[in-house]
């Protein structure tokens, strides 16, 4: 598979992850119509973390990283049949072990809770536990779902599975409309039923392709199949990767408790924002290149051939990343006032939102390529690797975090509420760090993965000076309702950033031009 091919699958996972994000920009907008940054909107959002640990750790990133590289590389060599039946083998084992973890965590509820947001009291703490009782069969759900993706990306299969969490998405959408007159922690609860109810419809819209796409499919589980040990020995180290990623994530969700009301809701909306350019860009050219990587590592001159689809894939990403990042950090508060300022989210809120979207901004880049480069040791049956970068980054980032969460603001004299921005700051950093550590081990193995530095310098100057004209264009255009202002500040910015590029003769503005002009 070339390049062109590699190109196009991006492109086909960056259009469903674009229209599954979009529909959960509508229902974080709808969300903060309805809940604000209320108490009740801070117990929602701790609550659907505390059961999504357990598809993150199980679900699309290590499945990827363990399940797609055995089960490609045997449809490679022509073994259908057997990759058939390894499917449906780690599907069976995967459904057990996410029952017992569903009862447990319903069961374990209080004292989740307790874990992941100490600061919470009284009717908060009540309505958060409740919340995850009901939210944990949906997450258990949705973790059959991300096997069923791993098996359709292995058949090329990208837009069905990056596409259907929009069916997710509009049954809270629905959810809110419908009982958006009642009290909120009621709606809340509500909510949650609505969230359960979308995450059967994700998995049952994929089903139908996977039995179409792998007929052989046998849902018995069978640990002597040396394919399906292959699987859970590289399952192993990626899932505790995961939990290390997700120990980080429960670390700012403790400081985050600590802050003042409104700061994990003002986290939540901001992630939503900083994860998109993450997902469409880091998470599709990962995606599209695991399958083909994990086929050629093998193969003579694949190491070559790895180099050079990690470092395409590099720059495809640097392309788009890095005016998402510039843009956060300079129009943030734009963003953020069209897509929320409804409703109880307020001008302060969207104020809020853009001080830890600057702060996020800063490890951007490093996080999206993160994503590539992890996805390059995976294909190389490496997952202890990005697993030993992975511990670093946590502990930096949680060191980090509370400085810049709690001391940092009181010496200088900010208010408490800032601490939000000082956690995804101290990500970012972190991130800068791991992927050092990333390229240089890969790079003993490879050859150098660099990009050159003059093109990412390039790249930076185009956006910085997209922004500048942007910035003119806010300045000069007060008033305006936000999504009116949006569009007056953002298209320029858009507009002058791909023209510099173009103009300077950066491949991927020319190629993107051409894809979009055919069609």
């Given at each position: ?387 030993r970068y992975a511990l670093v980054h946590v502990g930096l980032a949680t060191v980090l975090g ?97 023209g510099t590029t173009y103009a300077l003769g950066v491949p991927e503005s020319a190629a993107l ?7």
């Amino acid at each position: 598979m070339g390049q062109g091919s590699g190109g196009r699958n991006a492109f086909l996972v960056a259009a469903g992850i674009l229209c599954s994000r979009l529909m959960g920009l509508v229902r974080l907008r709808v969300f903060a119509h309805y809940f604000g940054l209320s108490d009740s909107a801070d117990a929602f959002n701790a609550a659907f973390r505390i059961p999504n640990l357990l598809q993150n750790l199980f679900g699309e990133g290590a499945l990827s990283a363990s399940f797609i590289p055995v089960y490609s590389s045997l449809r490679a060599r022509g073994q259908a049949r057997e990759a058939d039946r390894v499917a449906g083998a780690v599907a069976s084992l995967l459904a057990l072990g996410v029952s017992v973890l569903v009862l447990a965590g319903v069961l374990a509820a209080p004292w989740l809770v307790a874990a992941i947001a100490p600061g919470f009291e009284g009717p908060k703490r009540e309505l958060t536990v409740e919340l995850v009782r009901v939210l944990f069969p949906g997450a258990g759900l949705l973790v059959l779902s991300a096997w069923c993706l791993g098996v359709l990306n292995s058949h090329g299969k990208f837009l069905l599975s990056y596409a259907a969490p929009v069916v997710w998405n509009l049954a809270m959408i629905a959810t809110m409309v419908y009982y958006g007159g009642a009290e909120t922690a009621r709606l809340a609860v509500l909510l949650a039923w609505g969230s359960v109810a979308g995450s059967a419809l994700q998995l049952l819209v994929q089903v139908p392709a996977v039995l179409r796409n792998a007929p052989d499919l046998a849902f018995a589980i069978d640990a002597a199949s040396a394919h399906v040990r292959a699987v859970g020995a590289n399952f192993a180290p990626v899932l505790v990767s995961r939990g290390v990623v997700q120990l980080s994530a429960y670390i700012d969700e403790l400081f985050a408790s600590k802050l003042p009301t409104g700061a994990m809701a003002g986290i939540a909306s901001a992630q939503l924002l900083y994860t998109l350019p993450v997902s469409l860009f880091g998470l599709s050219v990962a995606a599209a290149e695991l399958p083909t990587m994990s086929g050629v590592a093998g193969a003579e001159g694949g190491r070559d051939e790895l180099r050079r689809r990690l470092q395409a894939g590099l720059r495809r990403i640097a392309f788009f990343v890095i005016p998402s990042a510039i843009a956060f950090l300079t129009l943030g508060d734009v963003i953020a006032a069209a897509l929320f300022e409804t409703g109880r989210f307020r001008r302060a809120d969207s104020l809020f939102v853009w001080s830890i979207l600057g702060g996020s901004s800063i490890g951007l880049l490093a996080s999206t390529w993160g994503r590539l480069y992890s996805s390059t040791y995976y294909a190389l049956r490496d997952t202890r690797t990005p697993l030993r970068y992975a511990l670093v980054h946590v502990g930096l980032a949680t060191v980090l975090g509370w400085v810049f969460a709690f001391p940092l603001p009181r010496a200088l004299g900010l208010e408490a509420s800032w601490g939000a921005g000082g956690l995804t700051l101290s990500a970012g950093i972190a991130a800068w760090v791991e992927l050092f550590l990333l390229r240089r081990a890969l790079g003993a193995r490879l050859g150098d993965t660099r990009l050159p530095p003059a093109d990412v310098a390039r790249l930076w100057g185009c956006a910085l000076a997209a922004a500048a004209v942007a910035w003119g264009v806010k300045l000069g255009a007060p008033g305006l309702h936000p999504i009116a202002a949006a569009a007056a500040i953002l298209g320029p910015y858009g507009a002058v950033y791909f023209g510099t590029t173009y103009a300077l003769g950066v491949p991927e503005s020319a190629a993107l031009l051409r894809r979009l002009a055919s069609r």
